[in-house]
């Protein structure tokens, strides 16, 4: 499962969790937490505990809408050098997936930062080359010093960056699900802080931890959080204090201020979340791709359907296990994917394909 060193203290903490006597369900926002959870079998672990976790909206990838990558499309077939991440090319949308438009005439290129997009549109000083950002509070701020910086006349980001505490927010007063506590991601929290978390404890009176990725960071988090459930407390408890800080980054925070503005967006499988996006403010407007394309953007619908069978957005709510979709294992496959879980590595239905957890 890991390492034999870790195991005496991984079966403590299991021992102590039995020993709450609970029955308890939380969601973790993150798409490395699942990953850490299937691949060391920490689920069929808590399942003898009484603590059984969901994943949230923990994928930048999945969340991003069809009409976003419509967008991106739609700037890509006018003739821009569109670059973006490998995983957000491969993602299926209507007729064909981003990585699908170079058949069609469209120039997609696979860069790993938005650094890659910088040089490429220096190189190519007669091209419109387009960065389709994607991410959440880890990686906003990349794009947002780059920006700050200053980038070529001739680049421009199309912005689908989103930011965490407002889709808790969304979850939690859906009333979809009841949940007893919420995991809180180790990376984001690093820029963020713990005050984000705050009003949500305040709001719902639920109990958060922040947790590390290593098989007993989730284990000692989900065991906190588990014994603030039995002892009816409901606080902000950091279990990742190595690396995670009460005031966070406040250099990164201060950059995505400066650069973004918080917007209302639509998530796959939500509604529109009011303050979650982050869209360029208006003294970047000639860098800002909805603008300067608007006349490609315009014949776009408003909303476009999830592919057909597809319960992304389901799951990405945690209403639903990857398993419980028709699709999963069988039309819905790593090598022939029907929809973003199964695309990203973040993506619950890849992690627990990829682990065997396919019944």
Known sequence: MFELRDREMASQI???????????????????????LVRHGLDSLFADTGVRILQGPGC?????????????????????????????????????????????????????????????????????????????????????ATIARGIPENMSILSCNRTVPAALDGILSSGELNLDGLIEPGHVSTITGLSIYYPLTEKYGIPQVVAGFEPLDLLMGTYVLAKMVADGEAKVVNVYDRLVKEDGNAKAREIIDRVF???????????????????????????????????????????????????????????????????????????????????????????MFKYGRRA
């Open 261 to 351: 503005l918080a917007s209302d967006v639509k998530w796959r499988g939500f509604p529109v979340i009011p303050g979650s996006g982050l869209e360029p403010r208006e003294e970047f407007d000639d860098h800002n791709a909805r603008l300067l394309f608007e006349d490609r953007l315009s014949d776009l619908e408003d909303e476009y359907p999830e592919p057909p069978g597809c319960q992304c957005g389901e799951v990405l709510r945690g209403v639903m296990e990857p398993s419980e979709c028709g699709l999963f294992g069988s039309a819905c496959q790593p090598t022939s994917p029907v929809g973003p879980c199964m695309v990203s590595s973040e993506g619950s239905c890849n992690i």
């Open 60 to 144: 930048p990838v999945c969340v991003t809408t069809p009409r976003e990558i419509e967008e991106a499309k739609a700037i890509a077939m006018g003739g821009s050098i569109l670059t973006t991440f490998g995983d957000m090319a491969a993602v299926p949308s209507l007729d064909s997936s981003l990585q699908q438009m170079r058949a069609k005439g469209g120039d997609v290129r696979v860069v790993y930062s938005i650094n890659e997009s910088v040089e490429l549109a220096k190189n190519l000083p007669d091209k419109e080359v387009v960065f389709l950002s994607v991410g959440f509070e880890t990686t906003a701020p990349t794009a947002a």
């Open 14 to 36: 299991v021992e102590k969790l039995k020993a709450l006597d609970v029955n308890v369900q939380f969601m973790h926002v993150c798409g490395t937490h699942q990953d850490t």
